[in-house]
């Protein structure tokens, strides 16, 4: 059993019936400690998914669990079974987290059996699924009820603040590093003018603020291991309104290039643009028709967009010292940054192709 917190009184709080057997570390995120915990119930095993909340980076998870108990109870009212969505298991006194006697705050989902969330995606066809996940899952909130949802971290998708930041670590330079990265800095700051194309749209209403997950890692859907469908998404943590463009933008960053988003060999980064039609397609399949001209024109955009600014975050995050994401290695977030930067360079180039697809996927929505 992985030993750094109290688990088995960590998971008496939680209405859970049976014995603990085991509570190994699960997946691989950056943010949040996930464990897969199983249970013995009268001879079955079964299995739950256990996170610690992480509070350095959501500062006030009493509201990020509330966001999520709207938005899972939204879906599951919608769903045609129940793997479609995350089940919180509740606390003994009723709350949808548990703190444990550090202050660690804690909660558990059922355990999404029988599907996978895979790193890099293995077929053009998986990312059509993914996206078409993720599409629907946009769609499926349009109607929440129940007021505007908290923004778990401000400015999390706001580009010029993004940049900023680096600009920050750059003149403080902690850790004496930014010696050696001139050429990834002079990257992100040659492009400071188009980082607030979306924003500047969104002010002059040409595009509409949405509820969007914003953290569409194609990681964070499961695909069903018998059909190949999108049937979940998962890591609600940033679910908050947001853009269209940063959930379709993010999928391109993860789900067209054959490498590892910490891939060192920058030869094996490139945008396949039949992914880019795959997730195109997908992600409109669901949630094409709800978004207006405007917003489907920049879609091409915001892969590069997206792209940029999480490279610009991995070097931030290096300058100051790799506080924000785990990190495996020396020099991780570097590797991670730079090969952000590869992709968008291979995104930018491929421009022109991308926009004459979406003009026919525009005229074949509209049909
Ligand atoms: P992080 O915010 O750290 O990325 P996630 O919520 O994405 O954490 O969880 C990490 C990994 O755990 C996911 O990529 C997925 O493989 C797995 N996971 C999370 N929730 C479930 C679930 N309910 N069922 C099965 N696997 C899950
Ligand atoms: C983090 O939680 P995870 O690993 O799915 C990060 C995303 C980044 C991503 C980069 C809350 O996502 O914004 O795009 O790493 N999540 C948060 O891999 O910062
Ligand atoms: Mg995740």
Redesign the pocket.
């Known amino acids: 059993m992985a030993k750094q917190f109290d688990f088995n009184s960590i998971l008496q709080k939680f209405q859970l019936y049976g014995n603990p057997v085991s509570v190994e570390p699960y997946g691989n995120?950056?943010?949040?400690d996930t464990f897969a915990v199983v249970f013995d119930q009268c001879g079955t095993r079964v299995r739950y998914i256990l996170q610690r909340i992480n509070t350095n980076?959501f500062r006030d998870p009493v509201n990020l669990m509330e966001n999520i108990r709207r938005v899972t109870g939204h879906q599951a009212a919608k769903a045609a079974n129940a793997r479609e969505y995350l089940t919180l298991v509740p606390a003994q006194d009723g709350k949808c987290y548990v703190i444990d006697d550090a202050g660690n705050y804690f909660r558990c989902y059922l355990f999404i059996e029988n599907a996978t969330s895979f790193d890099i995606l293995e077929t053009s066809q998986q990312a059509y699924e993914a996206a078409r996940a993720f599409g629907r899952f946009q769609a499926d909130l349009a109607d929440i009820t129940g007021g505007r949802l908290v923004e778990t971290?401000p400015d999390?998708h706001n580009t010029p603040v993004r940049v900023q930041n680096l600009e920050n670590a750059i003149r403080l330079d902690k850790c004496n590093r930014v010696k050696e990265v001139a050429a990834e800095i002079d990257f992100v700051l040659s492009r400071k003018d188009i980082c607030s194309k979306l924003i500047d749209l969104q002010k002059s209403n040409c595009i509409p603020e949405r509820i969007t997950h914003n953290?569409t890692?194609l990681?964070?859907v499961m695909i069903d291991d018998a059909t190949g469908k999108g049937i979940c998404v998962i890591?609600l943590?940033?679910v908050m309104p947001g853009l269209a463009h940063y959930d379709f933008g993010?999928m391109v960053r993860t789900g067209t290039s054959p490498a590892p988003?910490d891939e060192r060999d920058l030869n094996k980064i490139f945008m396949r643009f039949e992914n880019f039609e795959a997730l195109l397609r997908g992600y409109c399949s669901e949630a094409g028709k709800v978004l207006n001209d405007c917003e489907l024109e920049n879609m091409p955009f915001a892969g590069a967009l997206i792209t940029l600014e999480?490279g610009t975050?991995f070097l931030t995050d290096y300058l100051e010292g790799d506080v924000?994401?785990k990190t495996r290695r020396e020099g991780h977030n570097l590797d991670r940054a730079r090969s952000q930067f590869q992709l968008v360079r291979s995104i930018e180039s491929q421009y022109n192709e991308m926009m004459n697809l979406l003009n026919q996927v525009k005229k074949e929505i509209k049909k």
């Open positions: 995120g950056h943010i949040n980076i971290i999390f953290d890692k990681n964070n890591d943590d940033t993010d988003e999480i975050r924000y994401f």
